[in-house]
């Protein structure tokens, strides 16, 4: 433990990168699984350490307050993935979905997407940020594309072509913050290293500033999946592995996420610029809306918790668009448990594809009955990720609407609506897949179910404990937000 302590940055950062390298020479599922899982969990004790042992910020690199949050929850849904993709894959190798020769591409390009992900959380510039962003995706592109199906392949070039256009906006947008940086901190990399920025953002072009933000959001907004941004996220989810739509919706949507949170504070510390907040409560709010009506007529399992995710990033980004320290800390909160949630949806969703040999919500009926475990975990996951209590999410949404109701009641209403309407969808289609006659196909479950109940539980626990140190936590995050 002293030596993750001692060296936590570099293991977060270059573990994973060192895995990868070696990941690409073995031949051993077996061994190549065990791999990837025993690296994801050294990276996620490292970045552990990083609340007690914090290393001075430099030129490239930052750990602070927010991205630590960011960071911890990353490298823990990235280990619980790997542990459950263990498995999956291994089912898949069976059934003659994926064949052996892209098994070291898989779990290669899995601990690429793990650093590039931490680099972008760590960066301390904002053009290193863009890269590292950019890396995720194109990372992420070729895992969608995996099984090599002309549908997969679809949508692994849509996601290619769309994100491409978001990713090109964002770096216009960054081009623009060096711009407005320039004349007051003069050339070079100070003009793109956050800490530099933030310090003399008060004294930059606010016009400049205003149109850089434009330009940023709808760039990391296009990677956030908010609408109308958001095309290519339901056929990566669909046609992808589901270990990759369990990181697309529980990790990689933060990334950008926290991206856009960065940009909105250098935005608040100039008092010329324009203020963020209404740009994001909108995007916010149609996503919610639209997703919520989308959720009806899907009958892909896989792209109805697809479109579940807009709705909820669309939730999360509203709720950082109000700010104050209420809606902060309800979108910190809501945000953790969305990726905990969602990701063990996924984990289910993965496995009753393969029990039921299909994704067509319509073919799949009575999991409850046929599959207790899956069924019943999948009911639990459901009524979570539509905010009933206990869970987490009830309370993160709660304090949402009620910071609504108190900043604009007119916007209160419409975000309790977008969530009625995605209840109802949710509801109606658990109702059909878990309950009455089982139909379809009887295979066992092969799956390990511990990833579930690492993420279930403590979104259970959380609707009725949370724990105060992390309370304070979120809190102290949430005033830094503004």
Same mark, same amino acid.
């Given at each position: 433990?002293n030596f993750?302590?001692?060296?936590?940055?570099?293991?977060?950062?270059?573990?994973?990168?060192?895995t990868?390298?070696?990941?690409?020479?073995?031949?051993?599922?077996?061994?190549?699984?065990?791999?990837?899982?025993?690296s994801?969990?050294?990276?996620?004790?490292?970045?552990?350490?990083?609340?007690?042992?914090?290393?001075?910020?430099?030129?490239?690199?930052?750990?602070?307050?927010?991205?630590?949050?960011f960071?911890v929850?990353?490298?823990?849904?990235?280990?619980?993935?790997?542990?459950y993709?263990?498995s999956?894959?291994?089912?898949?190798?069976?059934?003659h979905?994926?064949?052996?020769?892209?098994?070291?591409?898989?779990?290669?390009m899995?601990?690429?997407?793990?650093?590039?992900?931490?680099?972008?959380?760590i960066?301390?510039?904002?053009?290193?940020?863009?890269?590292?962003?950019?890396?995720?995706?194109?990372?992420?592109?070729v895992?969608?594309?995996?099984?090599?199906?002309?549908?997969?392949?679809e949508?692994?070039?849509?996601?290619?072509?769309?994100?491409?256009?978001?990713?090109?906006?964002?770096?216009?947008?960054t081009?623009?913050?060096?711009?407005?940086?320039?004349?007051?901190?003069?050339?070079?990399?100070?003009g793109?290293?956050?800490?530099?920025?933030?310090?003399?953002v008060?004294?930059?072009?606010?016009?400049?500033?205003?149109?850089?933000?434009?330009?940023?959001?709808?760039?990391?907004?296009?990677?956030?999946?908010?609408?109308? =941004?958001? @095309?290519?996220? *339901?056929? /990566?989810? %669909?046609? &992808? +592995?589901?270990?990759?739509?369990?990181v $697309?919706?529980? #990790?990689?949507?933060n990334?950008?996420?926290?991206?856009?949170?960065?940009?909105?504070? =250098?935005m @608040?510390?100039? *008092?010329g /610029?324009? %203020?963020? &907040? +209404?740009?994001?409560?909108?995007?916010? $709010?149609?996503? #919610?809306?639209?997703?919520?009506?989308?959720?009806?007529?899907?009958?892909?399992?896989?792209?109805?918790?697809?479109?579940s995710?807009?709705?909820?990033? &669309?939730?999360?980004?509203?709720?950082?668009?109000?700010g104050?320290?209420?809606?902060?800390?309800?979108?910190?909160?809501h945000?953790?448990?969305?990726?905990?949630?969602?990701?063990?949806?996924?984990?289910?969703?993965?496995?009753?594809?393969?029990?039921?040999?299909?994704?067509?919500?319509?073919?799949?009926?009575?999991?409850?009955?046929?599959?207790?475990?899956?069924?019943?975990?999948?009911?639990?996951?459901?009524?979570?990720?539509?905010?009933?209590?206990?869970?987490g999410?009830?309370?993160s949404?709660?304090?949402?609407?009620?910071?609504?109701?108190?900043?604009?009641?007119a916007?209160?209403?419409?975000?309790?609506?977008?969530?009625?309407?995605?209840?109802?969808?949710?509801?109606?289609?658990?109702?059909?897949?878990?309950f009455?006659?089982?139909?379809g196909?009887?295979?066992?479950?092969?799956?390990?179910?511990?990833?579930?109940?690492?993420?279930?539980?403590?979104?259970?626990?959380?609707?009725?404990?949370?724990?105060?140190?992390?309370?304070?936590?979120?809190?102290?995050?949430?005033?830094?937000?503004?």
């Amino acid at each position: 433990m002293n030596f993750l302590a001692a060296h936590n940055v570099q293991i977060v950062l270059f573990l994973p990168l060192a895995t990868a390298v070696a990941l690409a020479a073995l031949k051993s599922y077996r061994l190549s699984a065990r791999l990837n899982v025993a690296s994801a969990f050294l990276t996620f004790l490292a970045a552990l350490s990083l609340l007690a042992f914090r290393p001075p910020s430099g030129r490239y690199i930052l750990v602070d307050d927010l991205n630590i949050t960011f960071i911890v929850l990353n490298t823990f849904v990235a280990f619980t993935t790997s542990a459950y993709s263990a498995s999956y894959i291994a089912h898949e190798l069976g059934s003659h979905r994926l064949k052996r020769g892209h098994l070291r591409f898989y779990h290669a390009m899995y601990q690429l997407l793990l650093c590039a992900m931490n680099l972008a959380l760590i960066a301390n510039n904002i053009g290193l940020m863009w890269v590292a962003v950019e890396v995720a995706t194109l990372t992420t592109v070729v895992m969608v594309g995996i099984y090599r199906t002309p549908a997969a392949l679809e949508a692994a070039w849509k996601y290619f072509i769309l994100g491409s256009v978001g990713i090109a906006l964002a770096l216009f947008g960054t081009i623009l913050i060096y711009m407005a940086a320039r004349p007051v901190v003069g050339e070079g990399m100070r003009g793109m290293t956050w800490t530099v920025l933030i310090d003399h953002v008060a004294r930059f072009d606010p016009a400049m500033l205003n149109l850089a933000f434009i330009f940023l959001m709808l760039g990391y907004g296009t990677k956030v999946g908010l609408a109308p =941004l958001h @095309a290519w996220l *339901p056929d /990566a989810h %669909a046609e &992808g +592995p589901t270990p990759i739509s369990a990181v $697309l919706s529980g #990790l990689l949507l933060n990334v950008a996420l926290y991206a856009v949170l960065r940009f909105k504070l =250098l935005m @608040a510390a100039n *008092p010329g /610029a324009i %203020a963020p &907040g +209404p740009l994001m409560m909108t995007l916010g $709010l149609l996503s #919610l809306v639209f997703a919520a009506f989308m959720l009806y007529r899907r009958g892909d399992i896989k792209r109805l918790f697809a479109y579940s995710s807009i709705e909820h990033m &669309g939730i999360i980004v509203f709720a950082f668009g109000m700010g104050g320290a209420m809606a902060n800390f309800a979108g910190l909160l809501h945000m953790a448990m969305h990726s905990l949630t969602k990701s063990a949806i996924f984990f289910a969703v993965g496995q009753v594809a393969q029990v039921k040999g299909t994704q067509r919500i319509a073919e799949i009926r009575g999991l409850t009955a046929s599959h207790p475990f899956l069924g019943w975990a999948l009911v639990v996951g459901v009524v979570a990720i539509i905010g009933m209590p206990p869970g987490g999410m009830f309370m993160s949404e709660f304090l949402i609407v009620t910071s609504a109701v108190a900043k604009a009641p007119a916007l209160a209403a419409l975000l309790v609506f977008g969530l009625a309407v995605a209840f109802g969808a949710l509801m109606l289609r658990l109702h059909g897949m878990a309950f009455g006659e089982p139909e379809g196909s009887f295979q066992p479950a092969n799956s390990s179910y511990l990833p579930m109940v690492l993420h279930l539980a403590p979104v259970l626990v959380a609707g009725v404990f949370l724990p105060p140190p992390l309370v304070a936590w979120f809190q102290h995050i949430a005033v830094l937000l503004h």
